[in-house]
């Protein structure tokens, strides 16, 4: 049994995504109903993490529009940036959902394969793009826990600016949240969970 505020429910034993077991709509909580309805409004149809987020609701609320931020348009990152960062942040934490979920999405925002393959596996590459460059540079040496060096610093400042700077760090971080609760819950490439 789990309490949150004053609505107790029951998780069922089978699991639906990975370790985890979804409810049905209707066996939510009044707080999991009203997070999943904030959640499907902000970021579009529930998945990935957002499947298991929303059974905490005062995270599900903050999480939404934190990860609605790195939508195309919303953000200074160009799809193939994100895509960099998103891939080598994955696979650091070895988290088979998403990061075969970015694996096929980098190489749809026309990220060559080889590039792909050697983020993946943290072989070193090059890209073309100095913008693209300086964000493999960044996603490389802080998911390395790497000193940040000046002449990298500054080549940032020059290409991204202090807002795509930002963006990548927090994309990163918000990234990292997603592959550890995937990871945490065992959630295997393609996993569907339950149709809503």
């Not at 066996?27 to 904030?38: I, V």
């Not at 650091?92 to 990061?99: I, L, Q």
């Not at 994309?171 to 959630?187: C, E, I, K, P, Q």
């Amino acid at each position: 049994m789990h309490r949150y505020r004053s609505e107790v429910f029951k998780m069922p034993d089978t699991p639906t995504f990975g370790r985890f077991t979804e409810l049905p709509l209707d066996q939510m909580t009044r707080e999991q109903q009203e997070a999943y309805r904030f959640t499907v409004e902000t970021r579009g149809p529930l998945g990935g993490p957002n499947k298991i987020w929303v059974y905490n609701p005062k995270l599900a609320k903050v999480a939404a529009p934190f990860g609605g931020h790195f939508h195309a348009g919303h953000y200074s990152l160009s799809e193939r940036e994100r895509e960099i960062a998103v891939i080598i942040i994955n696979s650091k934490w070895r988290s088979a959902y998403p990061t075969a979920a970015h694996e096929r999405r980098g190489k749809e925002m026309g990220l060559p394969a080889d590039k792909v393959e050697a983020l993946l596996s943290g072989l070193e590459t090059s890209f073309d793009d100095k913008r693209e460059q300086v964000v493999y540079e960044m996603a490389k040496c802080l998911s390395e826990s790497r000193w940040v060096s000046k002449g990298l610093y500054d080549r940032a400042v020059e290409a991204l600016g202090h807002v795509g700077i930002t963006d990548v760090i927090c994309l990163m971080g918000h990234y990292t949240s997603v592959s550890m609760t995937l990871a945490f819950y065992d959630v295997p490439t393609g996993a569907s969970g339950i149709a809503r």
